[in-house]
């Protein structure tokens, strides 16, 4: 089984910063990775599929990278309403899709 | 646009069995596969299974083998996700998410599943 393991867990910065979170595969999955942001009570949102293409209506401030192994998703310049969980998922292995645990962005 | 309405929350007997219904809105009848994620309280993402309604083969998450079954109504353009033999672990938010093929992009908005004696 293929893990993914998100880092760091929680990340505390400032509105207008720039973040980039981290995603690594325990094997190589290619590029069949995707990014999903969830609020508190909400369903999660598919921001990314294929590590760099963003879904439709998700702003450019949005953009992942990476293949293999290793893997990142970029914040360019933060908004309060970007304050979120962060998970990646990959679907290497499909029909088996696996999720990483998550990272937690709060404002400093 | 796909369009998930989940059933509302429900609550359990541990041992008991529960069924989540997702209804689409003409979709994903079409072309999608339905997955199923859960959520425990506090915790991360969890993959359970999905099955295509087109034409009703599934797949389950190896720790689910034999306790979730996944069917849908095609008349009403719906999906269920059954899960027996409850334990105060399964409590959690159950979404469905669709999509064509992998990854999921359109979500329910969750249901959450209480299981307390």
């Known amino acids: 089984e293929i893990v993914l393991t998100q880092s760091p867990a929680t990340l505390s910065v400032s509105p207008g910063e720039r973040v980039t979170l981290s995603c690594r595969a325990s094997?190589?999955?290619?590029?069949?990775l995707a990014w999903y942001q969830q609020k508190p009570g909400q369903a999660p949102r598919f921001l990314i599929h294929?590590?760099?293409t963003r879904a439709t209506g998700i702003p450019a401030r949005f953009s992942g990278s990476g293949s293999g192994t290793e893997f990142s998703l970029t914040i360019s310049s933060l908004q309060s309403e970007d304050f979120a969980v962060y998970y990646c998922q990959h679907y290497n292995n499909w029909p088996s899709i696996t999720f990483g645990q998550g990272t937690r962005l709060e404002i400093k | 646009q796909v369009q998930l309405e989940q059933s509302g929350a429900e609550v359990k007997k541990p041992g008991a069995s529960v069924r989540v219904s997702c209804k689409d809105s003409g979709y994903i009848f079409s072309g999608y596969y339905l997955y199923w994620v859960r959520q425990a309280p506090g915790q991360g993402l969890e993959w359970m299974g999905w099955?295509?309604?087109?034409?009703?083969?599934?797949n389950y998450a190896q720790k689910f083998q034999g306790r979730v079954t996944l069917t849908r109504d095609t008349s009403i353009s719906t999906a269920y996700m059954e899960l027996s033999s409850l334990r105060s672990d399964d409590t959690a938010v159950y979404f469905c998410a669709a999509g064509v093929g992998a990854p999921p992009d359109s979500w329910g908005q969750g249901t959450l599943v209480t299981v307390s004696s």
């Open positions: 094997q190589t999955i290619s590029s069949n």
């Open positions: 099955i295509n309604p087109n034409s009703g083969g599934t």
């Open positions: 294929a590590a760099s």
